[in-house]
């Protein structure tokens, strides 16, 4: 059973997991299979005065090549405490050669508004059309701390890619 909430109503459970283990980016590859992605860091808020999930995907990660190309991305978030094995592997592994959907044991269930689909383990999921999509520079950090706490050199740097939040639900209850 699917439950819509409006996307501002569930960062709460959001922010629980991408602070103790991550949630699920889901992105097309050029070839059409979908490929999750484990990421620990996302923003959600207002951009261009629309709903935004902003995601930060390092530039050698095939999840990054695949964002390059796509139209769309999902988030799905699992239930506090589920889905460590998959997590691990999803943000460990490539999808370049792995169908992480199958190695993970997840399903990918289609969404309702856009070509990515989710994750139907997790509990809560964003569903986000691409608005843009950004590469960090070394040169535009002011805390250099950063560039070396994240070991970034050039090539090595992040991409922010916006996706505007279409549709946020979820599709069970939290206790199931």
Request: some cysteine.
């Amino acid at each position: 059973m699917r439950h819509d909430f409006a996307w501002r109503n569930q960062t709460d459970l959001l922010w629980g997991a991408l602070s103790s283990g991550g949630a699920f980016l889901v992105v097309l590859d050029p070839h059409g299979k979908p490929n999750p992605m484990t990421i620990g860091w996302g923003q959600i808020g207002i951009v261009w005065s629309r709903p935004v999930f902003s995601v930060l995907v390092r530039q050698s990660r095939y999840t990054h090549e695949c964002l390059q190309a796509a139209s769309s991305f999902t988030v799905s978030v699992p239930a506090p405490g589920t889905l460590k094995d998959a997590l691990a592997l999803c943000g460990t592994k490539s999808g370049r050669s792995l169908d992480k959907f199958h190695a993970a044991g997840l399903t990918a269930v289609p969404a309702q508004h856009v070509e990515a689909p989710i994750v139907g383990e997790c509990l809560a999921h964003y569903e986000c059309r691409l608005l843009a999509r950004t590469q960090q520079a070394i040169a535009h950090f002011a805390d250099a701390d950063i560039v070396e706490r994240f070991a970034y050199k050039e090539g090595s740097t992040h991409g922010v890619f916006f996706g505007e939040i279409l549709a946020s639900y979820t599709t069970r209850s939290p206790a199931d």
